[in-house]
């Protein structure tokens, strides 16, 4: 059975930094695309980052572009979501997905969620 979860979340002040974790048990991700995606209160979900199966390119929602950075560490099976310099409009609940096809940031396209980890941005 394919699961994901998610860790790392918390509290933080504008500016600082927090590091998300994805792991997977029960299937290997690097067979798998992997995405973040956030939903904030009041709003619908958005696509934040994904990488690749194939070749580690990676993608990033502008509104993160050059502050976040999603990497593989494929001998902990786990996906990492490096995010500096957080804003409090990156406040949200943060979801990794995994699809054996590559869905970018279309959140259809995923079909296995972890159930998130909370992240607040505030002084």
């Known amino acids: 059975q394919l699961q994901l979860v998610e860790s790392g979340g918390g509290l933080v002040q504008p500016g600082g930094s927090l590091r998300l974790s994805c792991t997977a048990s029960?299937?290997?991700?690097?067979?798998?695309?992997i995405a973040w995606f956030r939903q904030a209160p009041g709003k619908e979900r958005e696509g934040v980052s994904c990488i690749s199966s194939r070749d580690g390119s990676t993608v990033y929602a502008e509104s993160v572009q050059g502050r976040f950075t999603i990497s593989r560490d494929n001998a902990s099976n786990t996906v990492n979501l490096q995010m500096n310099r957080l804003k409090p409009e990156d406040t949200a609940v943060y979801y990794c997905a995994a699809s054996d096809l590559n869905g970018y940031l279309w959140a259809n396209a995923y079909p296995n969620w972890g159930r998130g980890t909370r992240v607040t941005v505030s002084s």
């Open positions: 029960g299937f290997s991700l690097d067979n798998y695309y």
